[in-house]
C-alpha cells in the first residue's frame, strides 16, 4: 500500500508539489485570517480580594471570606 503512494508521488511529482504548495498556502491565509479571540489566553488568571471585617482575626477572615471569594472567581 505505502509502495503504491510511493512510487504514484514519484510519477506524479507536479501533482505532488502543487497539493504541498496550495495545502501550505492555505494554511498560511487561515493562520493570517484567524481572529485573536480564537487564540486562548494562556497567562494566569490572578485576582486580588481586599476583604474588611473588623473584630475578625485575618486567619478566620482569610478562611472564611477570602479564600471562598478567590476559588469562585478563579473557576
Do not use: C, F
Amino acid at each position: 500500500m505505502i509502495e503504491r503512494l510511493i512510487h504514484w508521488s514519484i510519477v506524479n511529482r507536479v501533482l505532488v508539489l502543487i497539493l504541498a504548495l496550495v495545502t501550505a498556502a492555505v494554511g498560511l491565509y487561515a493562520v493570517k485570517h484567524t481572529p485573536v479571540d480564537a487564540i486562548p489566553d494562556l497567562s494566569d488568571t490572578q485576582v486580588i480580594v481586599r476583604a474588611e471585617a473588623p473584630g475578625l482575626a485575618p486567619e478566620v477572615v482569610e478562611d472564611q471570606v477570602t479564600y471562598p471569594l478567590t476559588t469562585a472567581l478563579m473557576a
